[in-house]
């Protein structure tokens, strides 16, 4: 059984973070999401599952207006290539349904690039366990649950 807004709502409460999740219509992309809660796509953070050819878990959060240059960022980060994590692989990493995905809480301990960009942002929406809800959180807060690497990512 998928994890919820419910689940993620408990980790966070846990940890004594400010946070809110806004239930909403379904929306499977950033471009949706943004229209539906009525902020800027850069505001949005999309948080993309990659497996590294070492087979490993990679999750990158970008802002919902950028497009990732994966054979870049994996010469980056030392990799020949990163691909997409399938459906299943989203499922089995973080415990949520792919495009669901929020930034933190998940099933495992997955590592995690946050693009440089969003952590100047005050607020950010990411994913918030359900197609139809939205986790809305400071990036900062991020930076203190998470031992994240803030980079540019390309």
């Known amino acids: 059984m998928p994890l919820s807004p419910k689940d993620l709502e408990e980790f966070l409460r846990s940890k004594n973070i400010n946070f809110k999740i ?25 948080s993309i599952l990659f497996i590294s050819d070492d087979g490993n878990p990679l999750l990158v959060i970008v802002p919902g207006d950028k497009k990732i240059n994966q054979s870049l960022l994996a010469r980056m ?6 691909r997409l994590a399938t459906a299943e692989e989203v499922l089995k990493f973080t415990g949520y349904e792919a495009g669901a995905v929020p930034p933190l809480g998940h099933k495992e301990n997955i590592p995690v690039i946050l693009d440089e960009i969003l952590l100047a942002k005050k607020v950010i929406y990411a994913g918030g366990g359900s197609v ?4 809305e959180i400071s990036p900062k807060d991020l930076e203190k649950l998470l031992s994240l690497r803030v980079m540019k990512v390309p």
């Open 77 to 82: 980060l030392g990799f020949k290539k990163l």
């Open 132 to 135: 139809n809800s939205t986790l």
């Open 22 to 46: 806004r239930f909403h219509g379904e929306t499977y992309s950033a471009k949706k999401a943004s229209e539906e809660l009525g902020v800027s796509l850069s505001d949005i953070a999309k």
